[in-house]
T-cell receptor
Framework: DTGVSQNPRHKITKRGQNVTFRCDPI?????LYWYRQTLGQGPEFLTY????????KSRLLSDRFSAERPKGSFSTLEIQRTEQGDSAMYLC???????????FGPGTRLTVL | DQQVKQNSPSLSVQEGRISILNCDYT??????FLWYKKYPAEGPTFLIS?????DKNEDGRFTVFLNKSAKHLSLHIVPSQPGDSAVYFC??????????FGAGTILRVKS
């Protein structure tokens, strides 16, 4: 298995622009999670999917953030009208089932200028 | 409200000795605990986990201990190797749902 992949690995954007990140989970993993990590902190939960259904969203996920998993495979996370406070590492993880270990991708580093 | 705390920001250990990383939690509903290791510019890598029905789990050089009454868990690495130098995160979940992470502990293993 190739593991969780994320693209792009790095994204630099100007404040106010929209950005979209992609996550490809381990094949056959039906759970997919998004986390955000800022410097000196541990990852913080944003949202997760069971197949194509988005089952929970954190209050950290403002209206500018939207996530999709249209066919229950890959997922996208879009941030509209980016702000400097959105600068962080965005991590994706997947698991085979609810009680299984979550495996993380390499992350997408977002820098908002 | 920090439900998972790693109170030691960093730890320095001599190669070959034991590394002990600690983690405290406040939510008594947590029933699954994990340790992840992270290198710069990479995602967290799963190391070892433990269910709340156990008090110890071993995997090679790594052992995790869980003390439910104290709401405390620890990761022991024996013997420590220079390649173990990384940031270690403790995480917890309720019934396998979203993970709640601590802030991490930087481990430096000196050769």
């Amino acid at each position: 298995d190739t593991g969780v992949s994320q693209n792009p690995r790095h994204k630099i954007t100007k404040r106010g622009q929209n950005v979209t990140f992609r996550c490809d989970p381990i094949s056959e993993h039906n759970r997919l999670y998004w986390y955000r990590q800022t410097l000196g902190q541990g990852p913080e939960f944003l949202t997760y999917f069971q197949n194509e259904a988005q089952l929970e969203k954190s209050r950290l996920l403002s209206d500018r953030f939207s996530a999709e998993r249209p066919k229950g495979s890959f997922s996208t996370l879009e941030i509209q009208r980016t702000e400097q406070g959105d600068s962080a590492m965005y991590l994706c993880a997947s698991s085979l089932a609810r009680t299984d270990t979550q495996y993380f991708g390499p992350g997408t580093r977002l820098t908002v200028l | 409200d920090q439900q998972v705390k790693q109170n030691s920001p960093s730890l320095s250990v001599q190669e070959g000795r034991i590394s002990i990383l600690n983690c405290d939690y406040t939510n008594s509903m947590f029933d699954y605990f994990l340790w992840y290791k992270k290198y710069p510019a990479e995602g967290p890598t799963f190391l070892i986990s433990i269910s709340s029905i156990k008090d110890k789990n071993e995997d090679g050089r790594f052992t995790v201990f869980l003390n439910k009454s104290a709401k405390h868990l620890s990761l022991h690495i024996v013997p420590s190797q220079p390649g173990d130098s990384a940031v270690y995160f403790c995480a917890a979940s309720v019934y396998g749902n979203k993970l709640v992470f601590g802030a991490g502990t930087i481990l430096r293993v000196k050769s």
